[in-house]
């Protein structure tokens, strides 16, 4: 995602916050995923654990996180947009460190994290290149064996109406009522392809799927877990 596209967020989040608008509730997915049985090996030992949100934008999916015991980081793509939300996250006595960030930048040291979540935000990448050093990097930041929590686009969500096909997993937003219009993403085709991106660097992959009909919408997700292969 280019510069201009940073802006857009930019604008999007604060206009939501000065408007009230924002998303104030988490992912029921990810509720499900931290604190169901639906993961096979996960313990939820949580409490004094760190965990990096990849894209918290409102911060939505923090508050939750915080609710389990976690110690919460975060990263957004600007300055304004980790300071605004910070201090939204203070009000709540809620305590974060927000940075800014892309998916193959993090602001933060090697094997640093316990759990890493990136909820609908990884296939903001352009390239083949960029998806795999956006994959590398989640895997930098986490301690060996930490776990990735991810939900990407899956082939039947409707932000790919009337996309433009690029090949090589790369679709061009074609939408006019998203000011994502006339970006290039990539999106994963089926479930072979998420285990041949990510399981160069994650081990233990479980694959789901979140496929919701909401009348004029379809909401398609890849739920992604699995652990950072020991080094």
């Given amino acids: 995602m280019e510069n201009h596209s940073f802006d857009k967020w930019k604008e999007f989040y604060l206009k939501a ?26 313990g939820k030992d949580y409490v004094g654990k760190r965990v990096l949100e990849v894209g918290f934008g409102s911060g939505n999916n923090l508050i939750f996180l915080n609710s389990v015991g976690l110690k919460l980081y975060g990263t957004e793509v600007t300055e304004e947009i980790c300071e605004l ?13 927000l940075k ?21 935000v990884i296939h903001y990448e352009s390239t083949e290149e ?7 990097e989640y895997s930098r930041v986490l301690k060996p064996g930490g776990r990735i929590f991810i939900s990407t686009t899956g082939p039947e969500n409707s932000i790919l109406r009337d996309c433009n096909t690029l090949g090589n997993h790369l679709y061009e937003i074609n939408r006019k009522d998203t ?6 993403y990539f999106y ?22 979140s496929n919701t009909n909401l009348f004029t919408e379809c909401l398609d997700w890849f739920l992604i877990t699995g652990l950072k292969m020991e080094e």
């Avoid at 994963?188 to 799927?209: A, P």
């Fill in 17 to 42: 916050c000065e408007t009230n608008t924002e998303q104030l509730w988490p992912s029921e997915s990810l509720v499900r995923l931290f604190k169901g049985r639906y993961i096979k090996g996960l």
């Fill in 85 to 97: 939300y910070s201090s939204r996250l203070n009000e709540l006595n809620i305590k974060a460190v």
């Fill in 100 to 120: 800014q960030g892309t998916n193959s930048c993090l602001p933060f040291g090697d094997n640093m994290f316990d759990y890493l979540v990136s909820w609908n």
């Fill in 130 to 136: 960029n998806m795999m050093k956006a994959i590398k």
């Fill in 179 to 184: 000011f994502r219009k006339g970006e290039i």
């Fill in 188 to 209: 994963f085709d089926n479930e072979h392809y998420v285990k041949q991106y990510f399981g160069k660097y994650f081990g233990e992959l479980q694959i789901g799927r």
